[in-house]
């Protein structure tokens, strides 16, 4: 082997200029596979990092159809630091009165005082939560509106409209949501409504399609294994969902899954075209390396020695 090496350490002296495209080659497979890992690894870090602010909270207790009874929202209360309410529901946001009334779909969150727990709104104009929600004079509460569905029905900010039997005023618009990533699918824009406006609205009344999620902050240190078996316990047969910070966008982390397999694919595929690189690059060496080899032979090297040489 030490004369397989002297060999091969004077094949180099004139430097790689033969292994330029097989260096390219090998490093665009590699390359493929551990960028695909990389990036992958980050988004996972990131979304497991930020769980608490794409969920709204440590945890969230989440009913369908219905609200929490007092005794539920008194055994969630007792277990948390602070509770927030929100109902999520789709309906028809109406501009305008009688045949020239304009209609969308949207998504509308209606939400408590103490929304967001976890992470703030991005408003235009920046407003706090609890001012561009407070009620309007005449009755109506502000509204905010994703920036689409006010385009979409010629709204600007001061304009009113109608969700259900309740009016509202557009106070903002919504540029950023930071528990929108966890939300799931939606068939609409997102509207942002105080929730005391809904009483009387008709929109929550029994038959109506909605859902009622209690977003919690945890003392710290709370064993979250163990307060997802007290609460499935505590709520056995009630129809309640738990989810936690530690998996607070499942939707987006099987949106990663995905598309890191796929890219995975696209990996192994660039590795395949590299590998062709790699053998032809190294064929077309080799070829220009016959008369070396001739010369070596015929000094004595027998064809075990000039291998190992030429593959070192």
Known sequence: MSLAFRIARRE?????????VFLLCLMLGVAAIAGVGT???AIEAGLHDQGAVLLGGDAQY????RKATPDERGWIEARATAVSEVFEFRSMLVVGAGAQAERALTQ???????YPLVGALSLDPPLPVAEALAPRPGGAHGALLDPVLADRLGLKVGDSFHLGRAQFVLSALLLREPDSTGAGFSLGPRSIVPAVALEGSGLLEPGSLYETEYRVLLPPGSDLDRMRAEAETAFEGAGMRWRDSRRAAPGAERFVDR?????????LAGLAVGGVGISAAGRAW?????????TLKALG???GLIRRGFLL
């Not at 180099?12 to 330029?20: I, P, S």
């Open 301 to 303: 090297a027998n064809g």
């Open 259 to 267: 598309i890191g397999s796929f890219l995975v694919l696209v990996g």
């Open 12 to 20: 180099l002296r004139g430097g790689l200029g033969g292994f330029r």
């Open 62 to 65: 989440e009913f369908t159809y």
């Open 39 to 41: 990036v992958r690894s």
């Open 108 to 114: 509308v969150k209606a939400v408590d005082g103490a």
């Open 286 to 294: 080799m070829e220009r390396k016959t008369e070396t080899i001739a």
